[in-house]
């Protein structure tokens, strides 16, 4: 589900905390709902009207007890206001609790649902002159539970209202509000004022919390002290308490809390409605040609899960009907993952609490001939759930630019100490794909052919071969494998599902593939004479070339050709797993870590690389982080008797160690949630059924790769979270030539008579139609790479949301 962003043109709306039960957050509210109730006591900040009014509202989404007692009737008794509950259960317990004794558990979407609706019809119901204050109060403390056993602050996150927090005034209420402040930032909420009642002036709790939060930027305000109701009568209790109301609600200290919090939403407006206008003053954005470009500068105010909240614009159009009923914030589905970084959800409260966790306890530590418990679980963990034996060994950098360096560099080494090169005074290439790219650092430029990225860089040079190669593509319902013009005398191959492209048995003997690379490589070694020190590539897809799906039997064909081929002098070793011909390597930086729905893409070719690049995923999309293994026979090349001979690279965050706690924590979320239910339901989908094709066989395979005790007896199914009924629809479409999808990651390829690539402008209008919102509630943020547009899922993403987006796709296209 999508939500608005908790900002509207003519609404202030807030939701009050408490830093636990009892410290009077309903008391609070009614104080401030009745001075607001009264008429000309504030002008609204934000338009400058005299004869402006306030409709005011109250609602409570969750309340326990029996209603005659329930806050929704207190408040509007004596606020004099709208009030509303949104669900009611008559047990006086937790809600969690009193949900499973109701047998009515209510989830948080319908929660959430419900709340949005009801803030989003005050504005539309407001008149010319008049603006709109509603409070939201929780039940209980900030980390209690909701029906559904979610705490609270994670079920109303989406909104991401400002937040009024309600202080405890008793003795151990200085560490509760505390706790509860520190709840509410790491879930990224703003916590507008914190509220404390009068009470033991010996107790010291306001005195010190003001000056707490004060280093925070936060003001505390203290409120008059409640009337003591023991021994009173319902009708003495009623008339004290209207009396207190009465006065306390004129009271100049809470006007000075009313004008605090209007101020706050003043600054807050202004701040997003200029955010844009200031950064084209002061920044250098990437991949942008500041000179021609006319997009919109978008506007981020926070992101949650699958979903931006951004700055309405025109380009935006959709969130509202009108001026009035307009939020100023609406949802967008974040379709490029945020370049690819994003698997477990923006705004993740477990990834935030250990990175704070990591933060207090080590802050960062340098690594050089030191360890620390992270970066060692780690690597120990990245070795065992890849699955791949020949990985020994974890070298730590911050990108995965960096990574492909360090790779490179580990390559290059191990292939010239062997074969008795002198790299740095004689040419040594890589061997890599054509349209493949590895970074934008200009050691990474070089391993990949020149293209609009990097030949403009004037110190590339373009230091290899790149190898053309069969593309798989979807095109008119069909699955296809299409040769390059390289291999004209071979003919396109048609599957009936994408499962059949990946059944190397049934395909049979690649020959025709080994004798196109065998003949090449000869041509480029002996008749030539150049030297190679690496196989590089992104197994599968080629992310930045275009989201280029690779026939995986040319990738897996090549690999052991590469490995059998002779480039020079081999001594035997007894470690099964070492490196021959050259080293492998295969840059997992886009698509490893579930992006194709498995932990390592190199198990779709069902071979293992010899050293492995992750990154962009690894930290679920919080921190920069990145991660070079390599096997044994490849460190060991790095061995000698002088520090020269080791290898020399590292930069002052080298494992830093929040990062490396995260990206264990991450590891860990990413492999529970591919065993749930909703990816059974991706890959119930996508399963041939009814003799559609032959169950997938596992290849023969080298005696190196059979002697892996990780390998399966079969290769699992391969699908996508894309419904199978809207690719193969898409892939009809006149205007589309073609369309990729695997795990996450759908691409369309438009058609464009100018020709394809990069500068290709075919895919720019439908980007654009996509960022506005329609009948769907929320937009679609999306990248292009010239006439291919592409978008991507999360791993926590619900079908639901995914077929909504799919319904844009097909109205736009």
Known sequence: MAYPGGLWTKLLALQVYGANT????????????????????????????????????????????????????????????????????????????????????????????????????????????????????????????????????????????????????????????????????????????????EANKNLGNFAYLEQQFARFEIKTFELPWIPDLENCTPEEEGKLMKAYYEGVSKDLKVGRIAQHLLS????????????ADRTKKAIWHPFTQHQTSTEDVLVFDSAYKDFFQVKHTPATKGFGKSEVQTPILGPMFDGSASWWTQGLGHGNPMLSLNAAYAAGRYGHVMFAGATHKPALELAERLMKQLENPRMKKVFYTDDG????????????????????????????GVIGLKGSYHGDTIGAMDASEPSVYNKNVDWYRGRGYWFDYPQVKLRKGTWIVEPPADMADQAKQEFENLNDVFNFKARGKASHYEEYITKTLDTLVKEQGRKFGALIMEPVILGAGGMIFVDPLFQQTLVKVIRNYDFGPTPKTADEHAWT???????????????????????????FPDISIHAKLLTGGILPLSATLASQSIFEAFLGDSKAEALLHGHSYTAHPIGCHVAITSLK???????????????????PRNGDAQPIQVVERDERENSAATDPLAPPPVWSMWT??????????????????????????????????????????????????????????????????????????????????????????
Request: hydrophobic letters at 40%; a positive charge.
């Open 264 to 275: 706050k939403r003043q600054g807050r407006v202004a701040n997003i409605k200029t955010l």
């Open 669 to 687: 979320m990413m492999r529970a949630n591919s065993q749930k239910p909703h990816w059974k339901h991706y890959q119930d989908r996508w399963t």
């Open 724 to 813: 199978k009924k809207t690719v193969d629809y898409l892939s009809h479409l006149p205007q589309v030539d073609h369309v990729v999808a695997l795990g996450s990651v759908l691409a369309i390829a438009l058609r464009d008579a100018e020709g394809s690539g990069y500068t290709s402008n075919a895919a720019a209008g439908l980007r654009d139609k996509l960022l506005a919102t329609g009948n769907m509630g929320f937009g679609i943020h999306s990248r292009v790479l010239g006439n291919v547009i592409y978008l991507m899922a999360g791993i926590n993403s619900r079908p639901a949301t995914l077929e909504a987006v799919e319904r844009a796709l097909k109205k736009n296209l």
């Open 22 to 197: 009892g410290v009077g957050k309903t008391v609070a509210s009614t104080i401030l709902l009745k001075h607001f109730m009264q008429k000309g006591i504030h002008k609204p900040q934000w338009k400058d009207n005299v004869d402006s009014e306030w409709r005011v509202n109250y609602i409570k989404p969750v309340s326990t007890g029996k209603l005659d007692d329930a806050d929704e009737r207190y408040v509007g008794k004596y606020a004099r206001c709208r009030t509303s509950t949104l669900v009611q259960y008559d047990d006086p317990l937790s809600p969690h609790v009193a949900a499973v004794n109701a047998k009515r558990i209510v989830y948080n979407d319908v929660i959430l649902s419900q709340l949005t609706r009801k803030l989003s019809e005050q504005p539309r119901s407001l008149a010319q002159n008049t603006w709109g204050v509603t409070l939201v109060e929780t039940a209980g403390g900030v980390m209690s539970p909701g029906p559904s056993g979610t705490p609270q602050a994670d079920i109303f996150r989406p909104l991401r209202l400002p937040v009024i927090l309600v202080g405890d005034h008793r003795l151990g209420g200085i560490a509760s509000t505390i706790s509860a402040f520190e709840s509410l930032t790491i879930r990224g909420y703003d916590v507008d004022a914190v509220i404390i009642f």
């Open 401 to 428: 630019s960096t990574a492909v360096e360090v790779g490179l560099k580990m390559a290059l080494r191990a292939a010239c100490k062997r074969y008795g090169w002198e790299g740095s005074t004689e040419p040594v």
């Open 581 to 607: 011909g050259l080293p492998v390597v295969f840059d997992e930086v886009f698509t490893g870590l579930y992006r194709l729905g498995r932990a390592s893409a190199a198990s779709f070719l069902q071979i």
